[in-house]
């Protein structure tokens, strides 16, 4: 019947135990042997080669599928927490939040909406920690808040962590994940594309490192600003980067772009970016990179 087509969606993966596990003798009837549910949420598909995945099995790997490499996207908190060294994050400027000053329809609708499903206030989490015993000022989008769009807050969380990292003399490292500005907020929005770089130029007055890593996605005005400024642009593997979309530049250049065009490995090939870092392995670099200009410093002064 029609109606058995459309059946909502079960919560539960029921399974039946084999009969030599269950304790039971051969051959008893299916509807007495015992059940058990799974819930929903224990496997989890990967996107790319569709493998199915223990959930705690892709928590020890850090997200990263053990067959095919793919990064899942992930949170700032959580991306914080496979990072730095336990218990040194502190969170700075966790008190300026996004306003609505175009009274844009249903925007602090929105705002609320995502503050509750991602437990964050905005879209970025900024603060100082240590990597391998070496302080830093760190700055990390989240791409599950509004789709990780700069507004007026992430632009000046960002400005004032690099200000920070100016006066305290430490290496900045930010995550960038990110869908572009955000509409909602307007030219006010757009501004933090000139502030940020404006901040981070200060930050070659004093010769204090600025890493960049830009994770999937990092398109639009934050690719086209901070993100793209580092000196040294590092990018997950696989990572969507490019500040138009491809159906955009499709569509204006009127020509047929090449397999992998803005994928990470594309812009590694063409000298866009430095390094493609599996993020098993990008603690170890980070802390060998911040290590190294550490020792150079000294040696310089």
């Not at 793919?70 to 496979?82: C, L, T, V």
């Not at 700055?139 to 700069?150: A, E, R, T």
């Not at 757009?190 to 130029?201: H, K, R, V």
């Not at 204090?208 to 793209?228: E, H, M, R, Y």
Request: proline share 5%; net charge neutral; glycine share 8%.
């Amino acid at each position: 019947m029609l109606k058995d087509l459309f059946r909502p969606k079960q919560k539960y993966v029921t399974i039946r135990q084999r009969e030599e596990d269950s304790g039971v003798t051969p051959g008893t009837p299916a509807e007495q042997l015992e059940k058990k549910e799974l819930p929903d949420g224990l496997w989890i598909k990967c996107n790319q080669c569709n493998q199915m995945i223990y959930h705690k099995d892709l928590e020890k790997s850090l997200k990263v599928c053990p067959k095919c490499q793919y990064h899942f996207r992930i949170g700032a908190w959580e991306r914080i927490g496979y990072l730095v060294d336990p218990g040194t994050f502190k969170e700075l400027f966790a008190n300026i939040c996004s306003c609505d000053p175009l009274e844009f329809p249903d925007y602090q609708v929105k705002l609320n909406k995502f503050k509750k499903a991602t437990g964050l206030n905005e879209g970025v989490v900024t603060g100082t920690a240590q990597i391998e015993g070496i302080p830093l000022a760190l700055g990390v989008m989240d791409f599950g808040f509004v789709g990780g769009s700069m507004g007026s807050a992430i632009g000046e969380r960002l400005v004032r962590l690099f200000e920070y990292a100016y006066q305290e003399d430490l290496p900045v490292v930010t995550f960038a994940a990110s869908g572009g500005a955000r509409m909602q907020e307007g030219i006010l929005s757009l501004m933090q594309m000139a502030t940020t770089c404006q901040a981070i130029n200060r930050l070659a007055e004093k010769a204090i490192l600025f890493i960049s890593v830009l994770t999937d996605p990092t398109t639009g005005g934050v690719f086209a600003s901070f993100a793209s400024q580092g000196d040294i642009n590092i990018a997950e593997p696989g990572a969507l980067i490019g500040f138009a979309g491809a159906r955009v530049i499709q569509q204006t250049t009127h020509q047929t772009l090449p397999p992998g065009f803005q994928r990470s490995e594309f812009l590694l090939e063409h000298g866009i970016i430095d390094l493609i870092v599996n993020r098993k392995e990008l603690r170890s670099t980070l802390a060998r990179l911040l290590r190294f200009h550490q020792r150079r410093k000294r040696e310089i002064s």
